[in-house]
């Protein structure tokens, strides 16, 4: 344990600053190549026309917004949030052709969402909070432990739909034959975050300080949430996996798609 | 460097669309084409001769992949590397090889049904087939012929003169009237029995019509399913301009191609992009009458008993495009006689018959194969008769009876009315009467 620095009036510890600066920047860069790539994205979009057979919006994104909205809002108020509850939040239209798909794709969504709110909430309330404002140093590793079966559940969803995913193009021909690289690369990411986080969070909740020894840069005292290089491994590499790639990769359907249906009144029936 | 492949003709949720799909692959299930080339069944002339497509070949006729290939294209002109780079040249080769397999497509829009993004393809299809003519990379095969074929205003390049030659003398058309009924080109010239029926019913019924006469041309429909859409402004404005003219407040259709290009297709030509007037199918319209209690089944006063099982074909046209599914089914059920079986795949689910598209006239071998596996749907269930509201459909599920051995025939649905009811469906004779299908 060093002795602490003092910001904002606080007195924090150097190894908890170092592991909350490259966290910050982490996240404030991946938030920055994220924002950049949708931008890109919404550029490209604006290049086509509002209407059918109408001129190019020459890439501009405040007109392709408005062409977006103009789409949904032909629908009345209450069919819209039908179409979000029902096709975009619970995927009726996947459920329809195939349960399994289905099932597959909610793990995998929601598990993801789920634990990335969760961590941001944790990392934003607790830790910012809890150290940096309150100065109490128990507050975060308890969230942690508090938060412990939450976190296990989302996991354990995730890694379902992960194993669903890989499954079904290990054993179904045509999922197989269907899939390529791209397909792979991402069920490959998801499962380094997933393979990642586990090893991360029982090392943060570890007390055995000899484990936490093995892969900790910085002697600690506390539960193992700081000074650890493979904790802040996998969550730099989540935050740029699933963040920042998400405009630049096959995973910007998770955004596109949800607007499509929107957009044509929850699909073709 | 201007890209290889324009935005020109996609409109901005489209591009977006592009992006959206998720690969879950479930069109390939759906889809007629891909499920012909992929069996063996049919194998595209461009494929070289003497053997079937192999799985990764077929894959490129179906909509996943055109959706995947067409995304590619436009990133390669407008995504972030271009933005940061510049646009990257695609090959015209790949372009070509992309348009055949845009042209391979009855646009019949199951993939979309089914599509779990949402994913409007039909739509996108005709905005790259029209992006593939404005750089006068399509349309493909024979269909270039089709604009040469509408300078008479018809498909048939026949005389507009003779548009109305077939209506039998005792038939009232009204001069001006509320009720329009828009004949097409096909049973103006060549399934006149399926015009005849038409107004037989609407006259047996005592609802009085007008039709565009002369003024009637084209609804475009080829024009619009190929890409070719130069002449579709034209072509919509005067059609809607004729019915107004005749005080048309509510048109009605007997053929599911004109149907769909009028309710889907005009209002993006037409001035404003609202038609004055509404447009029906006629089963649709019917069914309004007796919602509203203005027709009632007695009405009919329906003299014999067709005695067939009978299964329904939605066309593509106006059942997945527009929605209509019940309506001409509630009209059949009417029909004395007639046991009603579902095929396996129906609705919205309705397995294509291979006609739409510019398929029968770019791809009729294509076509031909398509029809008969609807065919086969119909034998499968026991039917005796395929019934439709389309007369394209009728042509080219006719031509796969046809180069089958099988007894299943097909009539189309206002003609089975018409004879229940007992109504004289001789069609005068005229210069078109050796054409007729
Ligand atoms: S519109 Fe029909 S034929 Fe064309 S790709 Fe879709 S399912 Fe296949
Ligand atoms: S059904 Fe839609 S989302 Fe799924 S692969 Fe086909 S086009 Fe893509």
Known sequence: ?269 | MKPSMTSERFTAVQLMELDACTRCNECLNWCPVYEEINTGQFTPAELPEGRTATEQEALAYSPRNRIMVLKDFINKGYGWRARLFGPKHIPEEDILKFKDELYHCTTCGACGSVCEAGIDTVEIWESARANMVINERGPYGKQSGFIDLLKSYNVFAADQKDRLCWIPEDIHVEDTAEVGYFTGCTAAYRMQKVGVATVRVLDALGIPFTMLGEEEWCCASVAVRTGQLGIAKEFVDHNVNAAKKKGIKKMVYACAGCHRTSIIDWPKFYEGGELPFKVYALSEYLCELMDEGKLKPEDFKFKNSLDKVVTFHDSCHTGRHVGIYEQPRRILELIPGIKLVEMERNRSYQRCCGAGGGIKAGVSDLALKLAQERVRDAEEVGAEMITCTCPFCRRNIMDGINAMDTNVVFEDEMVLLAEAMGLDLTVPQNPYTDKNM
């Open chain 1, 1 to 269: 344990m060093t002795d602490g620095l003092l910001i904002f009036g606080k007195t924090i510890w150097n190894m908890l600053f170092i592991d909350w600066r490259i966290m910050a920047i982490s996240a404030v860069l991946a938030v920055i190549v994220f924002l950049l790539g949708i931008y890109l994205q919404l550029k490209k979009w604006g290049e086509g026309s509002r209407a059918y057979g109408g001129p190019s919006q020459s890439g501009s994104v405040w007109a392709f917004l408005k062409t977006l909205v103009h789409r949904i809002r032909k629908e009345s108020g209450s069919k819209v949030i039908n179409i979000l509850v029902m096709d975009v939040f619970l995927q009726r239209r996947t459920f329809k052709a195939d349960k399994l798909r289905w099932f597959m794709h909610i793990c995998i969504l929601y598990g993801w969402i789920g634990l990335a709110f969760l961590s941001m909430a944790v990392t934003t309330s607790y830790e910012m909070y809890g150290v940096f404002i309150a100065n109490d140093h128990e507050m975060f590793p308890n969230a942690w432990i508090m938060l412990e079966p939450a976190f296990d559940f989302l996991s354990y969803m995730l890694l379902i739909g992960i194993a669903i995913a890989f499954g079904r193009r290990l054993f179904s021909k045509d999922t197989r034959a269907f899939s390529d690289e791209t397909d792979w690369i991402l069920i490959a990411l998801l499962i380094l975050v997933v393979a990642s986080g586990f090893y991360a969070q029982y090392l943060r909740e570890t007390t055995d300080i000899t484990v936490r020894m093995l892969t900790s840069e910085y002697p600690a005292e506390y539960y193992g949430s700081f000074g650890n290089s493979f904790t802040i491994f996998h969550e730099v590499f989540s935050l740029f996996a699933m963040v920042a790639y998400i405009p630049y990769s096959k995973f910007m359907h998770i955004i596109a798609s949800p607007l499509a249906i929107l957009a044509s009144g929850g699909g073709k029936k």
